[in-house]
């Protein structure tokens, strides 16, 4: 079966730290892998897909397949990162995305 | 333009009622999606459509849910009977077609609380 796991609930990191928020899957065949991200009070929506191996505010992702890791980073924390940060995985030939747990990341000024 | 919607925003009923959950999509997205998102834990798949038909209930978790589709627009997701682990927030996302599963429009949810 899919599964996606990301195993911090909670992340703290200082304004101008790095942050790496993790995201490991397990799925047989190959994946799209995605973040979404939901700011307070907002929806949640798109960060980024790793088949557009695009940086979105500065976030990057780099899909491993050896790893079968999808780690979301970005060298300089802003406090406007805050926000719940999701992992998702997108089956080949299903409609429907896999939804990690979520992490919540803090950034203190 | 207009995105997403879900009414009620908060719904509360007491355990063994029924509730019904509407959501209306995009105009013109063709695909739409039920998730469940209880407290501390991620998102969880129930249904999606296509047009009007329902190619993947997988992810009801019992026959007290259902959800229907209307004229490829509007969506009502009903939980018969509801019981206390039937709270939770209960996103829909639109999609259009061609643009693959990955292109989710969410809407700002329903806070369901079972009591």
């Known amino acids: 079966a899919q599964r996606v796991t990301q195993p911090e609930k909670l992340l703290s990191v200082f304004k101008g730290a790095p942050v790496e928020l993790k995201c490991n899957y397990s799925?047989?065949?190959?994946?799209?892998l995605f973040w979404y991200v939901q700011y307070s009070r907002q929806r949640l929506q798109l960060l980024l897909r790793?088949?557009s191996r695009e940086s979105i505010k500065g976030f990057t992702a780099d899909l491993n397949k050896g790893e079968t890791s999808f780690h979301l980073k970005k060298p300089f924390a802003q406090e406007e990162d805050s926000a719940m940060y999701y992992c998702a995985l997108s089956v080949l030939g299903a409609q429907k995305l896999v939804f990690g747990q979520g992490t919540r990341l803090t950034i203190n000024p | 333009g207009a995105g997403v919607s879900q009414s009620p925003s908060n719904k509360v009923t007491e355990k063994g009622k029924d509730v019904e959950l509407r959501c209306d999509p995009i105009?013109?997205?063709?695909?739409l999606y039920w998730y469940r998102q209880r407290l501390g834990q991620g998102l969880e798949f129930l249904i999606y459509f296509q047009g009007n038909s329902a190619p993947d209930k997988s992810g009801l978790p019992s026959d007290r849910f259902s959800a229907e589709r209307t004229g490829e627009s509007v969506s009502t997701l009903t939980i018969q009977r509801t019981q206390q682990e039937d709270s939770a927030v209960y996103l829909c996302?639109?999609?259009?077609?061609?643009?693959?599963?990955?292109?989710?429009?969410f809407g700002p949810g329903t806070r369901l609380t079972v009591t």
């Open positions: 790793h088949i």
């Open positions: 799925y047989s065949g190959s994946p799209e």
């Open positions: 996302a639109s999609t259009s077609t061609g643009t693959g599963p990955y292109e989710q429009y």
């Open positions: 105009s013109g997205h063709t695909a």
